[in-house]
């Protein structure tokens, strides 16, 4: 087994583990001249000597931090989904034959990259997926709550200001059913979601204080329906979005376009296919779901489109379409720099 970089190396995949990377050369005919494994700073020092040259990886924890320091050397370093390398697997599963399969998928003139983000929306999107990890811990701490007390007769509004108002009443209340130890019970989780709620609010502001300090975010804000939350997690996720090529590439990446079945030269479309981001898209549509409800359609662009809308199909489909609409114009302003979103009647949609 050779571990010294071979000058007709063309192409390299790298199948990546903790502590140990496999890596398999192929040569522009791609045919494999070379298997190795190495160390994580052995690997450093290989790719550091070799000349220049197409490296591929499946995305996974770590891949986005290696692929910018191949990029540092000099590489043309690439992040493959997995689910588009499973293909090229031969036969049997191992790390050699998982590389040799990266390293034939990044030559494919048609395979779908995922983007190299930078450390800042790495860090941003850090932040979001915190922040929704306590959300999510909030609603579980609010329904355990809901169904201690229904357990003694107390029931709750739905919503989380019905929920602080009925519980404190019922703890309030000297006749309820609650006994002792599960008042003292309900005080702690009270306690834990305050905690939490500070957490999230913590989280919000300094989310909210990076979309007004960039100038890209803030000019995605003038977008309605995109709120700093929104327009934070795109940046975060998509970067500038020159890796899509047109407005609909960004709105399929998010899953906001019909799947699709076709064949026999019958075309069968389906619902929304869910792919990609669903953070992101769940913000774009309640987002959306906002902006069908509270936009004023008189004096706006897209009114006339949504009146339209609205008279031909569900509400829920229209708030999906409305979605696939603004994610598009998210596209524009992304790959358009200086460009903002006009809002006056008669504007482009």
């Not at 990886?57 to 050397?73: D, F, H, N, T, V």
């Not at 990609?276 to 004023?296: D, E, T, W």
Request: charged content about 25%.
């Amino acid at each position: 087994m050779r571990t010294k970089p071979l000058s007709e190396a063309y192409a390299y995949g790298i199948d990546i583990g903790k502590r140990v990377f496999h890596v398999v050369a192929v040569d522009r005919d791609g045919a494999v001249i070379q298997r190795a494994k190495f160390g994580r700073d052995t690997l450093h020092s290989f790719f550091d000597m070799a000349p220049k040259a197409l490296i591929g990886m499946e995305a996974c924890p770590g891949s986005q931090w290696l692929a910018r320091k191949l990029i540092e050397m000099g590489h043309n370093a690439r992040i493959i989904p997995a689910r588009f390398v499973k293909p090229y697997v031969k036969s049997n599963k191992s790390d050699t034959i998982d590389a040799a399969a990266i390293a034939e998928a990044v030559t494919r003139p048609t395979m779908r990259f995922v983007q190299v983000r930078t450390p800042e929306q790495v860090d941003l999107q850090a932040l979001h997926r915190i922040r929704d990890r306590l959300v999510a811990q909030r609603t579980g701490l609010m329904n355990q709550a809901r169904a201690f007390c229904i357990e003694y007769g107390l029931a709750m509004r739905v919503g989380a200001g019905g929920f602080h108002a009925d519980i404190r009443r019922h703890l309030a209340n000297p006749v309820s059913d609650l006994t002792q130890n599960m008042q003292t019970l309900l005080n702690d989780l009270l306690d834990d979601l305050a905690y939490i709620e500070n957490r999230v609010k913590i989280l919000t502001v300094r989310i909210e204080a990076i979309a007004n300090e960039d100038e890209t975010i803030r000019r995605l804000l003038t977008i309605p329906g995109i709120g700093a939350l929104g327009a934070t997690a795109l940046v975060a996720a998509a970067g500038d979005g020159r890796q899509f090529r047109k407005a609909r590439d960004m709105a399929a990446w998010l899953g906001l376009v019909p799947a699709e079945h076709s064949t026999g030269g019958k075309q069968t479309l389906l619902g929304i296919s869910k792919r990609g981001n669903g953070y992101v898209r769940r913000l774009i549509i309640h987002g959306a779901r906002s902006c069908f409800l509270h936009l004023n359609r008189e004096s706006h662009a897209l009114g006339r489109w949504l009146n339209a809308l609205e008279a031909r199909t569900h509400r829920n489909k229209a708030v999906v379409a409305l979605a696939n609409k603004l994610t598009r114009i998210v596209w524009a302003i992304l790959t358009r720099p200086g460009t903002v979103y006009l809002r006056s009647k008669g504007a482009a949609a």
